[in-house]
T-cell receptor
């Protein structure tokens, strides 16, 4: 079974609208972390937001928020007020095990987001 | 803002040749990682490194691969005898010490093309 599933290969959104990128995960470890990274066409990987499995509140970073539903094992990224510069590939990733252990990240297949005028 | 740097940005090599990819992690970080991304595919973990030794490696990281921290700032990935299927973007990443943040910050990548 895939550890990270991103079911939307491509998404379109109008500028200034909000968009939700889906991510579901699979782990039996009670301690884990979920990350979202942005990869523009230039290729670099930019960290956006992090949610720990024991965090009580959903993470937010500026226009990014993470809709964490632990029982459903989902960690969807919400981008509010989309901008043209948000057009990129977005990857969801998971670290299994407690924080601080230097554990690897497992990535999903990504969602290509295109913001239109 | 501190960042991970990687050199070269692009490398073209002949099959069978050795390549060394270089990374300078963020200065106060103690965990280092290499990942790769074959064109159009997802990012895959290769190896993690802490306290001058490998902490974990994937099945991809076979005997053709090695990592080294030759001095206090550089972290290198060596591929001894490159194959066509080694063509990919290689990312270095680093994260802080155990009691610090655990986010892995990625470098801009080295795009390797094996001919």
């Amino acid at each position: 079974a895939q550890k990270i599933t991103q079911t939307q290969p491509g998404m379109f959104v109008q500028e200034k609208e909000a968009v939700t990128l889906d991510c579901t995960y699979d782990t039996s470890d009670p301690s884990y972390g979920l990350f979202w990274y942005k990869q523009p066409s230039s290729g670099e990987m930019i960290f956006l937001i992090y949610q720990g499995s024991y965090d009580q509140q959903n993470a937010t970073e500026g226009r990014y928020s993470l809709n964490f539903q632990k029982a459903r094992k989902s960690a969807n990224l919400v981008i509010s007020a989309s901008q043209l510069g948000d057009s990129a590939m977005y990857f969801c990733a998971m670290r299994e095990g407690p924080p601080g252990g230097g554990n690897k990240l497992t990535f999903g297949t990504g969602t290509q987001l295109k913001v239109e005028l | 803002e501190p960042e991970v740097t990687q050199t070269p940005s692009h490398q073209v090599t002949q099959m069978g040749q050795e390549v060394i990819l270089r990374c300078v992690p963020i200065s106060n970080h103690l965990y280092f990682y290499w990942y790769r991304q074959i064109l159009g595919q997802k990012v895959e973990f290769l190896v993690s490194f802490y306290n001058n030794e490998i902490s974990e490696k994937s099945e991809i990281f076979d005997d053709q691969f090695s990592v080294e921290r030759p001095d206090g700032s550089n972290f290198t990935l060596k591929i001894r005898s490159t194959k066509l299927e080694d063509s990919a973007m290689y990312f270095c990443a680093s994260s802080e010490a155990p009691r610090g943040g655990e986010t892995q910050y990625f470098g801009p990548g080295t795009r390797l093309l094996v001919l």
